[in-house]
Nanobody
Framework: QVQLVESGGGLVQPGGSLRLSCAAS????????MGWFRQAPGMERENVAT???????KYTDSVKGRFTISRNNAKNTVYLQIDSLKPEDTAVYYC??????????????WGQGTQVTVSS
């Protein structure tokens, strides 16, 4: 069974940086896409960054140029470097592991989330 454990969240001032980590246990990491999502209070969960098994990356427009997703397959870990943090980045950040079932892509596994709070 796959388990995902996020770490690295915290309280940071606007303009600061954080690096979130998500360690995966179980099988399938190297052949899976990994994603970072965030959910602010009262808002829907939003996919902010995705990295495929081939390390192709995709970002939602609001974080382009500030967020960088990367993966280390030797450590079964995916990272999210967050720079130039803004108060609107405040949310619980989740990582997820996904893949295709037939022609359908699904996010199959989720971590428990890590809180990021941006405030002065």
């Amino acid at each position: 069974q796959v388990q995902l454990v996020e770490s690295g969240g915290g309280l940071v001032q606007p303009g600061g940086s954080l690096r979130l980590s998500c360690a995966a246990s179980g099988s399938g990491f190297t052949i899976s896409s990994m994603g970072w999502f965030r959910q602010a209070p009262g808002m829907e969960r939003e996919n902010v960054a995705t990295i495929t098994s081939a390390s192709s990356t995709k970002y939602t427009d609001s974080v382009k140029g500030r967020f960088t997703i990367s993966r280390n397959n030797a450590k079964n870990t995916v990272y999210l470097q967050i720079d130039s943090l803004k108060p609107e980045d405040t949310a619980v950040y989740y990582c997820a592991m996904g893949g295709f079932s037939g022609r359908t892509f699904r996010w199959d596994y989720w971590g428990q989330g890590t809180q990021v709070t941006v405030s002065s």
